[in-house]
């Protein structure tokens, strides 16, 4: 539509395709909606867009001042451009002609610090600022995101109404809430990537196994997938990778997804993500090991060299002895099991490093909202994400995923199933460290003593860090050499 002389309830600046698509939401729910882009043929395009697609309110402005006081105030002004610096000239660009009491939203993946940095920097005009994670692609921003806003709640309250009617909406309620103060909703969101990236690890670990252990067919794995969207295992991720194995190849015969290179691509959330469980000295394995496969299938040249040089010394490939006597329907029996089982001890890693944040930052997070929250719209959007709801709704100071009893049960029926794959992987050299990851955490997790009391001895040798006991009080040192070779006497 042109510039109407009736204010816009909302403002977005950034129209890649997110922006776009978030604005065209906006808009088909009702809510007439300014939009700003520095290269104006993205605001053209937009405007034409919301033209061809219902003659949506929506209102493209060429200058940041045009844009920002065509905006009814108090003004919200979302912004979906870049992380990093072009986030701080997007915002240097609106705020000098905003009031105080107007709002910056930020719905990039951005550090949750450069959101709590700018929250304080804007607070000096008197700006209110919200850090929101937006999950769901491109097709998520334009019929129904999960939505991640943290930071000023006041901020959130003023387009509450907006966000909740854009946000996909499931049987119990629309997927976005207040998630708490701060860089909280950025945080949020980065762990839910890093999840998104145990999940598409271990999904891909089973495909290996079932196409080369079990020798199973794109047609066959387009179709276990499929069954198994329509079982505790459907979710986003399980339904297109079904369809991924459907696709023949347009340029040459055979399946596409045979044609890929096999080097994965990132963006940097997931690596964050296992930065800060490491701060927080939150054991997130899966997650790390999905973090070093990417890593590792980024050295595309130096595998195809290794695999040369280790069958010149004799290596021999295994793989093909075990798909000869593979009882197949067994097979992708056991790897549904230790898929399911893998993604709970994934989910729970997440989960255990949003609490340790929530602990330190004070962020009081609730969890069972954000599981809510994130089984629609999302990436990872899966049905059993009601059960972690429904975990934490029974006890909101759930320790681990692990020990809530129906979770707790599920793990107990399906480890047998999952000891197998992994063994039958480790057997015919095929790596799966995703599931491998998520089974030692399962074990260490659930062993009352592990042979941690060593490592203390060893270190108490070597650098007198001293050691407790468990029959009493106390910290102790041994001179373990000198008693060791009968030299001294305990202390």
Same mark, same amino acid.
């Given at each position: 539509m042109e510039a109407s002389t009736a204010l816009s309830r909302i403002g977005l600046?950034?129209?890649?395709?997110?922006?776009?698509?978030?604005?065209?939401?906006?808009?088909?729910?009702?809510?007439?909606?300014?939009?700003?882009?520095?290269?104006?043929?993205?605001?053209?395009?937009?405007?034409?867009?919301?033209?061809d697609e219902g003659q949506l309110p929506l209102f493209g402005h060429y200058s940041p001042r045009e844009f920002v006081l065509s905006i009814q105030r108090p003004r919200s002004v979302v912004i979906l451009v870049k992380a990093g610096a072009p986030v701080?000239?997007? %915002?240097?660009?609106?705020?000098?002609h905003m009031e105080p009491g107007d709002c910056i939203i930020d719905g990039g993946n951005e550090w949750y610090e450069n959101t709590e940095r700018r929250m304080l920097e804007v607070s000096n005009k008197g700006l209110l600022y919200l850090g929101m994670g937006v999950s769901g692609g491109e097709e998520g921003a334009r019929y129904g995101p999960s939505l991640m806003p943290g930071g000023s709640h006041q901020a959130y309250?003023?387009?509450?109404? %907006?966000?909740?009617?854009?946000?996909?909406?499931?049987?119990d309620g629309p997927c976005v809430t207040y998630i708490g103060e701060g860089g909280s909703g950025n945080f949020?969101?980065?762990?839910?990537?890093?999840?998104?990236?145990?999940?598409?690890?271990?999904i891909s670990e089973a495909y290996d196994v079932l196409k080369h252990v079990g020798g199973l067919s794109n047609d066959e794995l387009a179709e276990i997938f499929a069954e198994w969207n329509r079982g505790e295992l459907e979710s986003f991720l399980i339904e297109i990778t079904s369809d991924i194995f459907r696709v023949?190849?347009?340029?040459?015969?055979?399946?596409?997804?045979?044609k890929i290179l096999d080097k994965t691509g990132m963006k940097g959330t997931g690596k964050w993500t296992v930065q800060q469980a490491a701060e927080l000295s939150v054991a997130a394995p899966t997650i790390a090991a999905s973090l070093d496969c990417r890593y590792l299938s980024g050295l595309k040249e130096e595998r195809e060299n290794?695999?040369?040089?280790?069958?010149?010394?004799?290596?021999?490939?295994?793989?093909?002895?075990?798909?000869?006597?593979?009882?197949?329907k067994r097979l992708i029996d056991d790897v549904r099991q230790a898929l399911y089982a893998s993604k709970i001890c994934s989910y729970a890693q997440g989960m255990n490093l949003l609490r340790a944040k929530s602990v330190e930052k004070g962020w009081n997070l609730n969890f069972g909202e954000l599981a809510r929250i994130w089984k629609?719209?999302?990436?990872?959007?899966?049905?059993?994400?009601?059960?972690?709801?429904?975990?934490?709704?029974?006890?909101?100071?759930?320790?681990?995923?692990?020990?809530?009893p129906e979770f707790a049960r599920e793990m107990v029926q399906r480890q047998a199933a999952w000891r197998r794959v992994v063994g039958l992987a480790i057997s015919a050299g095929i790596s799966t460290p995703g599931m491998c990851a998520?089974?030692?955490?399962?074990?260490?997790?659930?062993?009352?003593?592990?042979?941690?009391?060593?490592?203390?001895?060893?270190?108490?040798?070597?650098?007198?860090h001293t050691y407790e006991r468990i029959d009493r009080p106390g910290s102790f040192h041994t001179e373990w050499k000198k008693v060791a070779h009968g030299v001294g006497a305990l202390n």
């Amino acid at each position: 539509m042109e510039a109407s002389t009736a204010l816009s309830r909302i403002g977005l600046a950034g129209l890649a395709v997110m922006g776009q698509n978030l604005a065209l939401n906006v808009a088909e729910k009702g809510f007439p909606i300014s939009v700003y882009n520095r290269t104006t043929s993205k605001v053209d395009e937009t405007v034409k867009r919301a033209q061809d697609e219902g003659q949506l309110p929506l209102f493209g402005h060429y200058s940041p001042r045009e844009f920002v006081l065509s905006i009814q105030r108090p003004r919200s002004v979302v912004i979906l451009v870049k992380a990093g610096a072009p986030v701080d000239q997007t %915002i240097a660009a609106l705020s000098d002609h905003m009031e105080p009491g107007d709002c910056i939203i930020d719905g990039g993946n951005e550090w949750y610090e450069n959101t709590e940095r700018r929250m304080l920097e804007v607070s000096n005009k008197g700006l209110l600022y919200l850090g929101m994670g937006v999950s769901g692609g491109e097709e998520g921003a334009r019929y129904g995101p999960s939505l991640m806003p943290g930071g000023s709640h006041q901020a959130y309250t003023n387009i509450k109404d %907006i966000l909740e009617k854009v946000a996909a909406q499931v049987e119990d309620g629309p997927c976005v809430t207040y998630i708490g103060e701060g860089g909280s909703g950025n945080f949020v969101k980065m762990v839910h990537n890093g999840i998104e990236y145990g999940d598409m690890q271990l999904i891909s670990e089973a495909y290996d196994v079932l196409k080369h252990v079990g020798g199973l067919s794109n047609d066959e794995l387009a179709e276990i997938f499929a069954e198994w969207n329509r079982g505790e295992l459907e979710s986003f991720l399980i339904e297109i990778t079904s369809d991924i194995f459907r696709v023949k190849d347009d340029l040459g015969d055979g399946y596409l997804v045979d044609k890929i290179l096999d080097k994965t691509g990132m963006k940097g959330t997931g690596k964050w993500t296992v930065q800060q469980a490491a701060e927080l000295s939150v054991a997130a394995p899966t997650i790390a090991a999905s973090l070093d496969c990417r890593y590792l299938s980024g050295l595309k040249e130096e595998r195809e060299n290794a695999s040369e040089v280790l069958k010149q010394a004799g290596l021999k490939e295994e793989v093909g002895s075990f798909a000869q006597g593979i009882d197949k329907k067994r097979l992708i029996d056991d790897v549904r099991q230790a898929l399911y089982a893998s993604k709970i001890c994934s989910y729970a890693q997440g989960m255990n490093l949003l609490r340790a944040k929530s602990v330190e930052k004070g962020w009081n997070l609730n969890f069972g909202e954000l599981a809510r929250i994130w089984k629609g719209g999302c990436i990872i959007r899966a049905v059993f994400l009601d059960r972690i709801k429904k975990a934490y709704q029974r006890n909101p100071d759930l320790a681990s995923l692990l020990v809530d009893p129906e979770f707790a049960r599920e793990m107990v029926q399906r480890q047998a199933a999952w000891r197998r794959v992994v063994g039958l992987a480790i057997s015919a050299g095929i790596s799966t460290p995703g599931m491998c990851a998520s089974l030692a955490y399962f074990d260490t997790y659930r062993r009352a003593r592990l042979p941690a009391n060593l490592v203390q001895a060893q270190r108490d040798l070597f650098g007198a860090h001293t050691y407790e006991r468990i029959d009493r009080p106390g910290s102790f040192h041994t001179e373990w050499k000198k008693v060791a070779h009968g030299v001294g006497a305990l202390n």
